[in-house]
């Protein structure tokens, strides 16, 4: 696992769709100027001087939540999940699921 292209917000980059499609660089490399405009997550982080979100004491804020519960781009706790085993220092990753729909 390339420690560089972990996601500030728990995602895998070097696994994400849009590192080939957008030739993103990654969101460490990118330092939060995604292909796609401004990561908050990500100038959070870095205005706090995380590496990610994992090393936040305020983990999850209600910044990262609402990337989590993006119905779109959300997942069923992975992110925060693998913010935490990095911040542990474990080198392992869970791959992202749909957010499942409330019923």
């Not at 969101?27 to 205005?47: D, N, P, Q, Y």
Request: aromatic share 10%; glycine share 8%.
């Amino acid at each position: 696992m390339d420690m560089q292209l972990i996601g500030m917000c728990g995602a895998y980059c070097a696994v994400c769709e849009w590192k080939t499609k957008a030739n993103c660089p990654g969101c460490l490399a990118a330092r939060s100027k995604m292909f796609w405009g401004t990561c908050a997550v990500a100038s959070c982080a870095i205005e706090k001087g995380f590496q990610h979100c994992g090393f936040c004491p305020d983990l999850p804020c209600a910044t990262l939540q609402g990337f989590f519960d993006n119905p779109e781009h959300g997942d069923n706790r992975e992110r925060l999940e693998n913010l935490k085993a990095w911040a542990a220092g474990q080198l392992t990753y869970k791959e992202l699921t749909r957010k499942k729909p409330i019923d």
